[in-house]
Structures are given as C-alpha cells and as structure tokens.
C-alpha cells in the first residue's frame, strides 16, 4: 500500500527500539506509550498502534515529528483516513521543514483519494509532484492523481498519467496497475460507443416503427400507390433496423463476457430475456404485416 513510507517508518521504529535497549527497562509514561506504539506498529497491530502513539503524543516529550508521523500511517493502515487528514494538517502546521514532510504531504493526498475528495486529492499530490520531482513516491503519486481522475470519469485524463508512469517509470511498483487501467479505460470506451450506438439504433428503430404506423393509418383510408409504396419502404427500414439492432445487443453482450464484466450464465440469461421481449415484438409485428397484407390484396 505505502511501500516506500513502510520502509521509511521501519527504519524509524527500528532507531527507536535501539535507543530503548540502550536505556534498559527504567522508562517514564511518555516512553513506554512511544514504544509500545513501535512494537505494535511492528506487529501490524494498528489499533493498538494508533491508541499507543495517541498516547503518547499526548505527551510535551512525544508531540513530535517522529511520533505524529508513525501515528499518521498507523491511522492510514487502520482504515482511518479522517483521522489520519487531521494529524497530516496538524504535522504540516508544527513541523514544517521536517525530514518527513515530503512524505506527509504525498500521504496527506492520499488520505483525499480515500475520502472522495477528488479534487483536492489531484490539487495536493500535483502540488507534491511539482516540489519532488525526484522524490521516490512520484510516480505513486501520478498514479494517484489518475486514479482521483479515474474516479470522476475524466478518462483521457487519467489515461495520459498513467502512460506517463508505464514509459517513465516501467519499473515502479505502480506500473503494471497503470497498464491494467489504460486497458481497462480501452474497454470502457469501447463498451461506451457499442452503449451509444445501440441508443442511437434504438431511438431510430422507434421513430421508424412510429412512421411504419402512421403509414399504416394512412393506407386504410387512401389507396393511392403512393402511399402503398410509402408502407413498403417502412416495412423494410423497420426489418434493417431491428437486424442491426440485434447485432448491436450480440457484440455489446459478447464484449462484456470477454471483459469479464459479466459471465456466460448471466448472458445466456439475458440473452433468453431479450429473446422473449424479441418474440413478442416479433408476433406484434406479424399481425401487422398480415393486416397490411389484406389490405394490400383488397386494393
């Protein structure tokens, strides 16, 4: 989840239980919260992690860096992005220029991401970006900033960090999520245009049933052979359209089983729906064509 901030945060611990094993076992309040904070942030126990290193910044002696910091990603691993927002704006206000800010901040946009607040999700890590160009967590954070664009369906903008990320930066841990995401936004915009074109088959196949009915009407009260070959044409736009209509469905529904956004049962399922919906437009439209037939014949 936050590799590079884990080993930065392990490196830390590691210093501090050191320093405690020089000390021997006299250790006042303060210390024994820190350490006990260090120990279950070890272990991976985060609960007992936030509420030890609370604790202990609850003390003059540990309201520092070191300790706000461990607790902020002790709270981030908790699931407690609000909390951990808080502590990341607290950090920035008292202990600007600390060693740890970069990461604060790269951690602060984090948070945002997890909170849906997308926009200022994009706004703290491109400002991060624009400050650490070299930092290690760059191309995380362009990730995550393509992620936050991702979310709000802003495709092309997501897609062009996440190439920035695959040419840039093919070895960081991020890249292949890049890639899965540029695929997946291929996929999308693929369903999108089949979605789109079907609406628009759709929409066109009603307003040419629509027409075939009111040349219908038409031809009952006149017989000229005009109108008659005005009730032909409808007949064979409506045929041509529920053709293409159909295949629109087929490549739409074949496109999500090979996608994996639906599987072979749930297709086979709607497919059998759509097909009963079919056959009942289909016995609608046979009436009609054996009406216009006889009318046809008496003229």
């Known amino acids: 989840m ?12 590691s210093v501090c239980l050191f320093s405690a094993a020089l000390l021997g076992q006299s250790k006042s309040a303060a210390e024994s919260a820190f ?15 936030v509420f030890s290193l609370k604790k202990a910044a609850s003390f003059d002696t540990n309201n520092n860096a070191d300790t706000i910091y461990l607790l902020i990603n002790a709270e981030i691993y908790s699931g407690d992005f609000q909390s951990a927002l808080d502590d990341c704006v607290y950090f920035l206000d008292e202990f600007r220029g600390s060693f740890y800010e970069p990461n604060v901040i790269y951690l602060k946009g984090r948070c945002f991401y997890s909170l849906g607040e997308y926009d200022k999700a994009v706004i ?39 190439q920035r990320v695959v040419s840039e930066f093919p070895d960081d841990a991020k890249a292949p999520a890049c890639q899965y995401r540029i695929e997946t936004i291929g996929q999308r915009e693929r369903e999108e245009k089949l979605l789109y074109l079907l609406k628009q088959t759709g929409e066109e196949y009603l307003f040419a049933k629509e027409e075939y009915e009111k040349q219908l009407k038409v031809y009952t ?14 007949q064979k736009k409506n045929a041509e359209l529920e053709e293409k209509y159909r295949k629109l469905e ?11 956004i639906i599987d072979a049962a749930s297709a086979e399922a709607q497919a059998k729906s759509e097909l009963d919906k079919e056959q009942e437009l289909l016995e609608l439209l046979k009436a009609k064509a054996e009406e216009t037939r006889y009318l046809l014949q008496d003229q």
């Open 35 to 49: 350490l006990d904070g260090c120990k279950a942030y070890s272990a991976g126990d985060w609960t007992t992690a």
């Open 124 to 162: 703290t890590l491109s400002d991060f970006c624009h400050q650490y160009e070299n930092h290690d967590m760059y191309a995380s954070s362009l990730f995550w900033i393509g992620e936050s664009f991702y979310a709000c369906y802003q495709y092309d903008e997501a897609r062009a960090l996440y």
């Open 221 to 234: 009260s006149e017989t000229s052979a005009g109108t008659r070959a005005k009730l032909y044409e409808a």
């Open 2 to 13: 936050l590799n590079i901030s884990k080993k930065l945060v392990t490196t830390v611990i």
């Open 250 to 260: 087929n490549e739409l529904r074949e496109f999500k089983i090979a996608a994996g």
